[in-house]
């Protein structure tokens, strides 16, 4: 994998779900997360922007990450023109004119911009309990080709790996800032998405958001346990579609010049508290 002159820079700032039921979906996002929406489907809350399209359920639209300035656009620019990589310059809500827009080789859509002023804005009626979304992790048939992507061209820098027994790659952590990842791959029999996080600061606002679910009647589906690669604390429930979402806290913050660390596909390294669901 090469070295990038121009490390990416950036934070995940939107996801785009389909849904074969929007507005069932909509009004999971709105009680459960704390998402105000619009006519437009477009659900803001407190550091957390999604929106809901109708499509097949548990696919994504698009996975939208803030860049500080232009010079990251056109350090962007530069890498996908270089590797042959078809893209567009958009203009799209909540970024600024010339936003940039491309699929990664499994097809996934993804878009990179500076965050306009008004994307900020928080509907009246949203919930203030922090949880900031904070990265997304694909189901992939190909992880060496798709890992190579994200570091090679698109700009991540890997933190972690995950492999078995005979050295094969498992998982892989790529990160775009100083936390320890902002999306992860890992290799499975079919590509998809699998999971989005909101990362909720420390471990007091975990439990406050799984008492918020429980009053809502919504099962924790995994946790709470803690993470090997990260080290973050974590617990998972279902939307009704059946996404995985992840409510994480205290996320490792990583020096540019530290190794990549590399574990071993096992249970522990999923969680070192108890059960690891092994997808991969």
């Known amino acids: 994998m090469a070295t990038i002159d121009h490390p990416l820079r950036a934070t995940l700032y939107e996801l785009g779900l389909h849904s074969e039921q929007p507005e069932r979906l909509a009004a999971f996002y709105t009680s459960a997360l704390g998402y105000a929406f619009d006519g437009k489907m477009l659900g803001v809350a407190r550091d957390r922007r999604v929106s809901i399209a109708a499509g097949p359920s548990k696919t994504l639209a698009y996975a939208a990450y803030a860049v500080p300035d232009a010079g990251d656009l056109d350090a962007l ?3 996908l023109i270089a ?10 809500d909540g970024f600024e004119p010339g936003a940039v827009a491309f699929a990664d080789p499994d097809g996934n ?7 306009s002023g008004g994307a900020a804005r928080v509907f009246e009626g949203t919930a203030d ?3 900031r979304i904070q990265h997304v992790v694909f189901a992939t048939t190909d992880i060496d080709r798709l890992l190579g992507f994200f570091i090679d061209v698109i700009g991540f820098a890997l933190s972690d790996v995950v492999v078995d027994g005979e050295g094969v790659l498992k998982t892989g ?3 775009c800032s100083h936390e ?5 791959v890992f290799a499975a029999k079919e590509n998809r998405l699998d999971h989005h996080c909101y990362e909720a600061v420390d471990w007091n606002l975990i439990r406050d958001w799984a008492d918020h679910f429980a009053k809502l009647r919504i099962p924790l589906k995994w946790g709470p346990g803690r993470h090997g690669p990260g080290d973050n604390l974590f617990v998972f429930i ?3 579609d059946g996404n995985w979402l992840e409510i994480s806290a205290e996320l490792e913050h990583v ?3 530290r190794p990549v660390g590399e574990w071993p596909h096992e249970e522990y390294t999923l969680n070192s508290w108890g059960i690891g669901l092994l997808r991969s």
Not at 83 to 92: L, P, Q, S, V
Not at 109 to 115: C, E
Not at 180 to 184: D, F, G, T
């Open 77 to 79: 620019e530069a890498r």
């Open 83 to 92: 590797a042959g990589t078809a893209f567009e310059r958009i203009d799209t």
């Open 109 to 115: 859509r993804f878009r990179f911009g500076i965050a």
């Open 129 to 131: 309990r922090a949880a």
């Open 173 to 175: 952590f790529v990160r």
């Open 180 to 184: 320890h990842h902002s999306l992860a």
């Open 238 to 240: 279902h939307d009704p």
């Open 255 to 257: 020096a540019p010049d």
